[in-house]
């Protein structure tokens, strides 16, 4: 059973420059989240999908964040005009459910460094 | 509003040692789910448990256990004879209100255990 997968694992970038990554999912789970973790802390809460809606947005989501999940499978997270500040671990994590109660599989994350 | 707290941040111990990491938490809903990761230094965030809040039965699995408490809403973690395979760092996490159907999870800050041979 292949778990939640994340490309790529590193990102180093400059500043003001664009990053996109990409997270597959659990086969069929139908939720997939984002996170953020920053150093020393625990992840926090970006998005989620529910197959291809994206139903809820974190104030932490800025207006240079977005992301998709098309065909309700893999998603992608993009950041515009990276800033220093953007420099975290991003992580997905898939479940199956509809209630929301669901246990969350996590990947490996991306780890992305903005200089 | 809903929160998670553990108090440890570091613990060191030598391998075979009993050690609990703590776990408090607030929420005003009645129905609600908890949750340990553990996170070894690759990054990933392995599942280890979730429980519901109407279960307050302790569980253990082979060197793991757990204690949940609703009196003093807390949700520990004992691992028993710590392996050097243990080191990582341990996130207890909460789930947002169920009504909400979201399903986010809000985490602790984690308590890195660092177990020496």
């Known amino acids: 059973d292949t778990g939640v997968s994340q490309n790529p694992r590193h990102k180093i970038t400059k500043r003001g420059q664009n990053v996109t990554f990409r997270c597959d999912p659990i086969?069929?789970?139908?939720?997939l989240y984002w996170y953020r973790q920053t150093l020393g802390q625990g992840p926090e809460f970006l998005t989620y999908?529910?197959?291809?809606?994206?139903?809820?947005k974190s104030r932490l989501l800025s207006d240079r964040f977005s992301a998709e999940r098309p065909k309700g499978s893999f998603s992608t997270l993009e950041i515009q005009r990276t800033e220093q500040g953007d420099s975290a671990m991003y992580l997905c994590?898939?479940?199956?459910?509809?209630?929301?109660?669901?246990?969350?599989?996590f990947g490996p994350g991306t780890r992305l460094l903005v200089l | 509003a809903q929160k998670v707290t553990q108090a440890q941040t570091e613990i060191s111990v030598v391998e075979k040692e009993d050690v609990t990491l703590d776990c408090v938490y607030e929420?005003?809903?009645?129905?609600?789910?908890l949750f340990w990761y553990k996170q070894p230094p690759s990054g990933e965030l392995v599942f280890l448990i979730r429980?519901?809040?109407?279960?307050?039965q302790n569980e253990i699995s082979g060197r793991y256990s757990w204690n949940f408490q609703k009196s003093t809403s807390s949700f520990n973690f004992t691992i028993t004879a710590s392996q050097v395979v243990d080191s990582a760092v341990y996130f207890c996490?909460?789930?947002?209100?169920?009504?909400?159907?979201?399903?986010?999870?809000?985490f602790g800050q984690g308590t890195e255990l660092s177990v020496k041979p």
């Open positions: 994590a898939s479940s199956l459910g509809w209630q929301g109660r669901e246990t969350q599989y």
């Open positions: 086969s069929e789970h139908n939720r």
């Open positions: 999908f529910q197959n291809e809606a994206q139903l809820e």
């Open positions: 929420t005003r809903d009645t129905t609600y789910y």
């Open positions: 429980r519901n809040s109407f279960d307050e």
């Open positions: 996490a909460l789930s947002e209100p169920l009504y909400n159907q979201g399903g986010k999870l809000i």
